[in-house]
């Protein structure tokens, strides 16, 4: 698989295939950043359009047990943003399409500016903030635009109409709808709610709309294929690295995974 | 000094850093409360359980020998000691549950260092007929185990985090992980002046009758009011409380006093004025203990209830507007001040307490024997009498050691 030169190519090669993109989720640095490229490039192998590039931070409020433990990994090893940042170069190097999942204080941290600066640098096309909506986005707004990184937003359940056209009208590369009003994390079951907050989105925007939050079988990715236009995957990835007694073995659980849930998305 | 903005911004501090599945949440309780604050009903209701049920007004209390420990300058305690549950906490919790009846919603939950805020909210639930459920470091549980067992008598599931440094950092974040799941029918009773929009206001709002009652009982006491007005610092909602009575009063100098741990130069305290910086932390910001990553450091405090790498964000904008000077006080400058108030004025206080008391010391003397200062005394010290038996090396034979637990 090639890389895509923006997110907008990206979806546009899996609407040509007539099906939705799969995106998944890995941190950097976990379980070592070494090891964390060599998973994200099995991922892409496997069948990953975009890949979430996930920066570790000490305080996950967004983030179930499995990513919180696999955070915690990637800290103990030492991952900081710098990492996350070479972990990001190398991995599109290898052709992935890539963006970064961060939550936001190591970014204000490591300076607004200088991060877009350096994602830019490092080929990342865009950056999802889970804890931070536009309103509070004033400087990440000016940078993103001066380095044509792209923000993605989030839009929940909860969110009002009026709400969803507030936020999509700053975001840009695509949609994140989180499916259920809850943390990450594998469910057995998705609720209605992901299909209908989809729905209510999308007269508000032309951009993509990926689903993500609770999406781990290829079944569940096929089903959300059929209403948005991404399925993100994310603890179910981490909780194969987790279960894998050695990274040789984590790198087999996760091209079978990637797999099924390609399968998914084309079904 | 009020919020500067409708976005809850206190200077460049507050706001909402969340996600998105929270901000339905937290607009419908910035609606429920500006309407309640509003509503004579609401008003009178939440006055009359103040009265009735909390105790208020409590007394301020002239401590003679203790003042002569500060300097020989004259000193009132506030007694928040003196309220039901035995601290301030229940000022705030009260008016978050009858908020959250408001609102339609059957349970609340909060998260809690000391246990004190745990307490105050399972007592309001039980008193409302709310469910409640508790989120606690597993550290704080043990070194708190007697609130642990309160909570419980009084119908709260307390649940102890086993995640990260365990204690009250992470029972936030636990608290936020359930709250972003149950909101529907959930209110998250947040336990002090920090967090997103409209929190820091609104917590501030239920303490303020501390510093309203003390400004017109200093008044009546003393014919004047204090030079200055000190409290313990850990989210600061005791010390926003009784700072809110005297912020407009240019004269009163406003003292915050965090835990300084074993020290600030070891790196094991919780003084994010002394050493933190400017950072988002728990859906607001303001100063965080934080490395040079923006990844939040660990707190170290001897007092679960200020062992928090966090503070409220209008303390940050206090602080940087000189309103208000902060200082740290460490584990065993608290603990002298809270045996010299043991010992001079019969009045055990909570271990957070005593880092205002060890404040209110080292202000007396520089201030002199002229000075007339106020101490929040902010909680009582039932539950720490064990930590303090160890620390003072007293032996209290078995039944201690069963209420500190395992």
């Known amino acids: 698989m090639t890389r895509h030169a923006s997110l907008a190519a990206a979806f546009a090669h899996a609407k040509s295939e007539n099906r939705a993109a799969l995106i998944g989720y890995l941190p950097a640095g976990f379980p ?20 979430e590039v996930g ?33 990001v170069e190398q991995v599109v190097a290898a052709g992935a399409t890539a963006v970064v999942m961060s939550y936001w204080n190591p970014i204000e941290r490591y300076g607004v500016e200088r991060f877009a600066t350096r994602l830019e640098a490092a080929g990342g096309l865009g950056v999802i903030t889970p804890d931070l909506t536009p309103e509070e986005a004033g400087d990440w707004i000016a940078a993103t635009d001066a380095h044509g990184i792209e923000r993605i937003f989030l839009v929940a359940p909860s969110s009002t109409d009026a709400r969803i056209a507030k936020v999509v009208e700053s975001t840009s590369g695509f949609v994140y709808a989180a499916s259920t009003m809850g943390v990450t ?26 689903v993500g939050v609770g999406v781990s079988t290829g079944e569940q990715a096929a089903t959300v294929a059929s209403y948005a236009d991404g399925v993100i995957v994310g603890s179910a990835f981490v909780k194969r690295v987790l279960d894998a007694a050695t990274i040789d ?16 998305v084309r079904s | 000094m009020t919020v500067t903005d409708s976005a809850g911004h206190f200077g460049p501090y507050g706001g909402r850093f969340v996600p998105e599945a929270l ?40 401590a003679r020998r203790f003042g002569a420990e500060c300097g020989g300058a004259t000193v009132y305690l506030k007694r928040e000691d003196l309220n039901h549950t035995g601290s301030h906490k229940i000022n705030n919790v009260l008016g978050q549950a009858l908020l959250t009846k408001r609102m339609g919603k059957t349970r609340m939950i909060a998260e809690t260092g000391a246990g004190q805020h745990g307490v105050a909210t399972a007592t309001a639930a039980a008193l409302m007929g709310l469910e409640c459920t508790v989120y606690m470091g597993e550290s704080d549980t043990k070194r708190q185990a007697l609130n642990v067992a309160r ?66 009982q200093i008044l009546a006491a003393e014919g004047r009011l204090p030079d200055a007005v000190a409290a313990c610092v850990g989210g600061g909602s005791n010390a926003m409380g009784l700072f809110s009575g005297f912020i407009d009063d240019e004269s009163v100098q406003l003292r915050g006093y965090e835990a300084g741990g074993q020290g600030v130069e070891t790196g094991k305290h919780a003084a994010r004025f002394a050493q933190g910086s400017p950072g988002v932390l728990h859906g607001a910001r303001t100063y965080v203990m934080q490395d040079e990553w923006g990844q939040t450091i660990e707190s170290h405090s001897i007092s679960a209830g200020l062992d928090y790498p966090g503070v409220g964000p209008e303390h940050a904008w206090l602080h940087d507007t000189g309103r208000a000077v902060y200082e740290p006080v460490t584990d065993t400058e608290a603990m002298d001040a809270f045996a010299v108030l043991c010992r001079t004025e019969g009045i055990i206080p909570a271990i957070e307490t005593a880092h205002g008391l060890a404040g209110a010391m080292r202000l007396g003397k520089t201030m ?8 929040n005394l902010s909680g009582r010290g039932d539950k720490d009498v064990a930590t303090a038996a160890r620390w003072f090396g007293m032996d209290l034979g078995a039944g201690v050691e069963v209420s500190e637990g395992r």
């Not at chain 1, 594998?186 to 990926?210: F, H, K, Y």
């Not at chain 1, 073995?249 to 998914?264: K, M, N, Q, S």
């Open chain 1, 55 to 87: 920066l570790p931070y000490s305080d996950p409020l967004m983030d179930g047990p499995a990513i919180q433990e696999a955070v915690d990994i990637a800290l103990h090893a030492g991952t900081t943003p710098e990492t996350v940042l070479e972990v």
């Open chain 2, 151 to 216: 909570m419980r008598l009084l119908g709260a599931e307390v649940v102890p985090v086993t995640i990260g440094s365990r204690t009250l950092k992470d029972a936030i974040n636990e608290a936020m992980r359930d709250w972003v799941s149950s909101v529907e029918h959930t209110h998250y009773c947040l336990g002090t002046v920090t967090g997103p929009a409209p929190f820091p206001e609104m917590v501030r709002y239920f303490h303020s009758v501390i510093g309203r009652e003390a400004r017109e």
């Open chain 2, 368 to 375: 002199g024997p002229d000075a007339l200062i106020i101490v």
């Open chain 1, 249 to 264: 073995d984590a790198c087999i659980a996760i091209d079978a995974l990637t797999r099924e849930l390609a399968e998914g």
């Open chain 1, 32 to 51: 070592t950043a070494a090891d964390s490229v060599r998973l994200i490039n099995q991922m892409v192998a496997s069948g990953c359009d975009i890949i």
């Open chain 1, 185 to 210: 994390g594998a469910r057995t079951t998705l609720g209605s709610a992901a299909g209908e907050l989809v729905a209510r989105t999308r007269p508000a925007t032309d951009l993509p709309i990926c």
């Open chain 2, 23 to 62: 901000t339905a949440a937290l607009d419908q309780l910035d609606a429920a409360f500006r309407a309640a604050i509003i509503d004579e009903s609401f008003r009178a209701e939440l006055a009359g359980l103040e009265h009735d049920y909390t105790g208020r007004p409590n007394p301020l209390t002239l």
